[in-house]
């Protein structure tokens, strides 16, 4: 029994630093012998009216997605643990649901079922207290996702293929380390052994080593972290907006931290952020034999409360992003590459920013990109014990100013030698929600995300033809979150 109950505590303090929740509240066990087969799942509908659309103003339509997962995991003897989350994720109207040809069966036949998650869990291995070792695909959240993430707005969500070990030390935190295959597209032969990489084959690696801990053993509230981050691509040529600029990429290197204390008072429980991150590595040589290096940082500062004790229990954050840019289309790369994060959670609901060209994340890798500054203010209330309301407040402006009626570069950095109009605008957004607890399993959310441009930032990232028209967007969005 005490052996159970200390492989429990180590799985629990895990699952809380790096292990992501699981998607099911309560779930359906079978005592199989020595193995214990639990089952959930979730199941996700959304609704999505786009009234009008950033920059062109058209739009009035609406669309659904959903996401149906399915969780079974088996707890073996001796700390092993297997887990499968199979899952099925899809557009409403587009799947086999009738005669071939009519509404939407031969348009999009893809009824595939892939595995989001698959991976074997050792607790304990070998006798070695306090160490966990997670093997197979998996969901990795580092901190509050800035740099890694899973991406939960995503109905398919993100998950890694790789390795994780990890040491709970009490308390204090929990040293981890994950090895994960971001790509390989090099040829294999029958027996899986890899064939000699050719020119079109793209390997990338990545690399994390992470101390996370938590204040508790201090005296308050609040969790620390610190971070290194390596990737290392191979065999794919970038070519960053300047002919010159055709580079052999080869590493990047993220070091961050963060400190995120909470301090309890008598009125209220007070919270500070404190984040920030640098980064290094060899961007390759370009065509005309100059090396490029990468040089991006980010920094993140805010504070704000919670009032337990006053009607509506409200909460208020304040907060400042810096995200680096570059600018020009010349020498280093000083544009700040954010690497896997859950960017929806911090860059605005309506998804605008985080997903142009002005951050780079993922696969944007070697491009360079003006960068962001977001001041934002969160507020949030429960007027009821089953009702919670949020309203996030954005103002967007790039890091450095970007090129408006450049049509030579894709990106909108100014290419060598630009003398034309300049911005750092971008807008504002305001994004706000309703929750309702509809019972144990079930809960129903309601949004609205409004984005407003710059007609600036419009011609040189949203609109085709570079006009400076700057309709604002308009997302509405109802949701019904199923776990069991």
């Not at 008072?265 to 980064?279: H, M, R, S, Y």
């Not at 504002?428 to 984005?451: I, M, P, Q, R, T």
């Amino acid at each position: 029994m005490r052996k159970a109950l200390k492989v429990a505590t180590l799985m629990g303090l895990a699952a809380a630093l790096i292990v992501p929740a699981a998607p099911s509240a309560k779930a359906a066990d079978m005592d199989m012998g020595s193995t214990k087969v639990t089952i959930g799942g979730q199941l996700r509908e959304r609704l999505e009216w786009y009234a009008s659309e950033a920059g062109s103003g058209t739009g009035d339509r609406l669309a659904g997605t959903y996401r149906a997962r399915i969780k079974i995991k088996a707890q073996l003897s001796d700390g092993v643990t297997a887990v499968f989350v199979p899952q099925s994720v899809g557009i409403w109207g587009t799947a086999n649901n009738g005669e071939d040809g009519k509404y939407g069966v031969g348009l999009d036949n893809d009824m595939s079922v892939g595995m989001h998650e698959a991976y074997m869990l050792l607790a304990n291995p070998f006798g070695i207290n306090n160490v966990i070792v997670k093997i197979g695909r998996q969901e990795v959240n580092l901190g509050n996702q800035r740099l890694v993430g899973s991406v939960g707005w995503s109905q398919a969500g993100r998950s890694l293929d790789g390795i994780l070990v990890g040491y709970v030390a009490g308390d204090y935190g929990l040293a981890g380390f994950f090895y994960g295959k971001l790509n390989d597209n090099g040829k294999q032969d029958a027996w899986f052994r890899p064939a000699a990489e050719d020119l079109d084959g793209t390997d990338i690696d990545l690399y994390v080593a992470t101390w996370q801990g938590k204040f508790k053993p201090f005296g308050i509230g609040g969790t620390y972290e610190l971070t290194d981050i390596y990737v290392n691509k191979r065999g794919v040529t970038f070519t960053t907006g300047d002919a010159s600029d055709a580079l052999d990429f080869r590493n990047v290197n993220t070091l961050y931290g963060r400190i995120t204390p909470v301090f309890n008072t008598d009125f209220a429980k007070v919270k500070v952020n404190l984040e920030g991150a640098i980064q290094g590595g060899d961007a390759g040589v370009d065509i005309t034999g100059k090396d490029r290096d990468f040089s991006g940082y980010f920094f993140s500062v805010g504070a704000g409360a919670d009032f337990a004790n006053v009607n509506w229990t409200p909460g208020v954050f304040v907060g400042y992003d810096y995200y680096s840019g570059d600018s020009d289309d010349q020498g280093d790369i000083d544009s700040f590459w954010s690497v896997l994060p859950t960017a929806h959670k911090w860059l605005g609901h309506a998804d605008i920013v985080w997903l142009g060209n002005v951050y780079k994340f993922n696969g944007a890798i070697a491009s360079r990109s003006p960068g962001v500054k977001d001041l934002y203010l969160k507020l949030s209330a429960k007027p009821l014990a089953k009702v919670a309301l949020g309203l996030d407040l954005h103002y967007f402006k790039t890091a450095e100013d970007y090129a408006v009626d450049s049509t030579t570069n894709t990106y909108g950095v100014k290419p060598a030698g630009f003398t034309g109009k300049t911005s750092d605008d971008i807008g504002w957004e305001a994004d706000f929600s309703v929750k309702y607890k509809y019972s144990k399993n079930l809960c129903l959310s309601l949004g609205w995300d409004h984005f407003d441009p710059d007609s600036d930032f419009a011609a040189a990232y949203i609109n085709p033809d570079h006009s400076t028209k700057s309709d604002a967007e308009d997302h509405i969005w109802a949701q019904a979150d199923l776990k069991f």
